[in-house]
């Protein structure tokens, strides 16, 4: 007479239940385990904020520890981290403007990794390059097109701007910022003076950017006139 398997509690039926799955024959089955296994979609999202964690962490760190005397060494690790295949890497080169903030006194080389990091690739003949270069140009165009600043965080925000544009006129001197671009963007910059309602700000965003670029731009100006 075929005896009736009984569970008297819980834990004997999960202990029961573990034993290997058999077949109609009586043979033991290994389920396949997946290389690939299915992940509830948080655990996912939790790694990849996890993985930008890390990535922006270790790129602040880096430019952090910045210094002349270690461009070539700065340069070297930075290119390591491949930021130009990252999916963040609009949070990175909001970091690098926002370090030429920080940091004004080392904007030329911040430039100057930008320019690296979009040279690297393009030597190589890799896409990816440009995607780099694209996001710098977006971030260009976004401080551009924020003119109007008001309210309890004015003097940070105005503080910031004249950063970015400084920043932006070391792109231009690393030549990722075309001549034609910035002459448009100087013009509008002095619009404001035209306007009934004067903005120093933008006024002396734009005297200082010509202090920085204006050789250059005569230079490149008179190279395409001749």
Same mark, same amino acid.
């Given at each position: 007479m075929e005896r009736r398997m009984e569970y008297n509690t819980k834990k004997d039926w999960m202990r029961k239940t573990n034993d290997p799955i058999l077949d109609r024959q009586g043979k033991s089955v290994h389920l396949h385990q997946s290389? *690939? !296994?299915? &992940? !509830?979609?948080?655990?996912k999202e939790n790694g990849k904020e996890e993985k930008e964690r890390v990535l922006l962490r270790s790129i602040k760190g880096l430019l *952090?520890?910045?210094?002349?005397? &270690?461009? @070539?060494?700065?340069?070297? #690790?930075?290119?390591e981290y491949r930021v130009h295949e990252s999916p963040f890497l609009n949070e990175v080169v909001s970091i690098i403007f926002d370090m030429a903030v920080e940091v004004p006194d080392y904007c030329s080389l911040?430039?100057?990794?930008?320019?690296a990091q979009v040279g690297s690739k393009l030597k190589s003949?890799?896409?990816m390059g440009s995607r780099f270069k694209s996001e710098i140009l977006k971030k260009v165009q976004e401080i551009f097109n924020t003119k109007t600043i008001s309210g309890k965080v004015e003097d940070t925000l105005r503080r910031a701007r004249m950063g970015h544009i400084n920043f932006i006129g070391h792109l231009y001197l690393e030549r990722l910022i075309s001549l034609r671009f910035m002459h448009y963007r100087v013009i509008d910059l002095l619009k404001s003076i035209n306007? #009934?309602?004067? @903005?120093e700000d933008l006024i002396d965003c734009a005297v200082r950017l010509l202090e920085k670029i204006g050789k250059k731009m005569?230079?490149?100006?008179?190279k395409y006139d001749g």
């Open positions: 290389l *690939n !296994p299915w &992940r !509830p979609s948080r655990e *952090n520890g910045a210094s002349r005397e &270690r461009k @070539d060494a700065l340069m070297k #690790v930075f290119l911040y430039a100057a990794l930008c320019s003949g890799a896409s306007e #009934v309602s004067t @903005d005569e230079e490149e100006e008179e």
